[in-house]
């Protein structure tokens, strides 16, 4: 199979293309964890309750995890299919429309609808985006560029945690936000009219090797087994996050928020800042310690401080933002190893799919831990710290799963 290298001036292009739909990617995972309070209390009026914005808090995550799930599996599918490009595209405009439609909602179960909708997007850049960018630079270049996919998303966490300390989300004032996350449309116009298409694809739409249905074969044998040891460990680190760690910020408005509205755009912004270091030096620490070792260490790290977060410490005291610095930095480092290991996984044919999936169907299982928290927050009459703390225990699940791994750290992309 004779694959032709891109030039350089267009694997820049496409590394910067797909850095940018990723970090619009983050700047939609993280609109409302900062923005869910005021939108809650804006809607709802006087029948808001703590209890019930943490209740819908937990609902729009959900409902976002499982559009992104589905999104992930049916968008990375249609990578494979009709290429990276293509499917990147459709993805950006996806959840650019849907995010910007939200300035215009009068009710919760409209913004609800429109979460889901914006999460097909989001699932759908990630495979595609990581697929295309280890496809178009060599094998060296690869823990680097595969480093930048991890920091992309939590880059995009950053820009919105500033936008947000700059001009403070309120129940008067959110639909600013929702109105600005339509501007991504324009860069999902651009990679559809001038990015180039990933080589190793192109050679094997060429050959007549490209696999006619991705998803069948990914759950049939031999690829079953790959299959589930990437839904493993893609899935941890996505429930650990969005079951555990992100309750800090809806925490730090409720304790804070009267006072000062910023802390929870700067709870944020300390732990996005942790997470673009963690996401970038994931790749990194994998290639330098070991795909199986390194997870392994990344999963103890994350469970203590987590626990640490919110149990030693709460929203104003002195160590509560230097924690919440480290937790993100820790616990992101999976988001790096991630884009490292899941394109080595699997084979050029299926690796969209192969990706999209074991990254994605994990966002099935967070919103199910997601919608668990929200029960546990009512159980826990309103504790954030409770439901946060018991959420750290996810990540101990990662010290087990990694051993079923394959290590894949002497593996070629065109190796089978």
Request: aromatic share 12%; charged share 10%; net charge positive.
């Amino acid at each position: 199979m004779s694959i032709q290298p891109l030039p350089q001036r267009d694997r820049i292009g496409v590394l910067l293309a797909a850095f940018a739909g990723l970090v619009f990617d983050g700047l939609e995972l993280g609109l409302m964890p900062v923005a869910s309070l005021s939108v809650s209390k804006s809607l709802l009026g006087a029948a808001y309750t703590p209890t019930l914005g943490g209740d819908w808090f937990a609902g729009f995550t959900a409902s976002l995890m499982l559009g992104a799930a589905l999104g992930g599996i049916v968008l990375g599918s249609l990578g494979d299919r009709i290429g990276r490009v293509r499917a990147m595209a459709a993805s950006i405009l996806f959840y650019s429309v849907f995010a910007g439609l939200g300035a215009f909602v009068k009710t919760q179960e409209q913004m609800l609808v429109l979460r889901f909708c914006v999460g097909l997007g989001i699932g759908g850049v990630w495979p595609n985006a990581v697929a295309l960018v280890a496809e178009c630079w060599p094998d060296a270049a690869r823990p680097t560029m595969a480093g930048l996919m991890g920091a992309a998303i939590n880059s995009g966490i950053v820009l919105l945690s500033q936008l947000a300390r700059l001009w403070p989300i309120t129940p008067d004032s959110w639909r600013w936000l929702f109105k600005l996350a339509v501007a991504p449309a324009v860069l999902g116009l651009i990679v559809l009219a001038v990015l180039p298409e990933s080589p190793r694809w192109l050679a094997l739409r060429g050959a007549g090797k490209r696999s006619a249905t991705p998803l069948r074969e990914l759950f049939q044998p031999p690829l079953l087994r790959l299959t589930i040891i990437g839904i493993l460990l893609g899935s941890i680190p996505l429930v650990g996050a969005w079951a555990a760690s992100k309750w800090m910020i809806p925490w730090a408005d409720e304790v804070a928020g009267a006072a000062q509205a910023s802390y929870k755009a700067q709870t944020q912004g300390w732990w996005a800042l942790g997470a673009v270091l963690g996401s970038f030096a994931g790749a990194q620490v994998a290639s330098f310690l070991g795909r199986r070792r390194s997870y392994f260490l990344i999963s103890v790290g994350a469970t203590a401080l987590t626990l640490a977060l919110f149990r030693i410490t709460a929203p104003l005291k002195p160590t509560f933002l230097p924690i919440v610095f480290a937790q993100g930095l820790v616990a992101t480092l999976f988001f790096g190893w991630l884009p490292l290991y899941l394109p080595e996984l699997f084979p050029t044919r299926v690796r969209a799919a192969g990706s999209g999936i074991s990254y994605n169907v994990g966002r099935f299982a967070t919103a199910g831990g997601v919608l668990t928290a929200g029960v546990l927050f009512t159980a826990f009459r309103g504790s954030y710290s409770a439901v946060g703390a018991a959420g750290a225990f996810i990540y101990a699940l990662g010290m087990l799963a990694i051993w079923w791994a394959p290590d894949t750290s002497r593996r070629s992309l065109d190796e089978p």
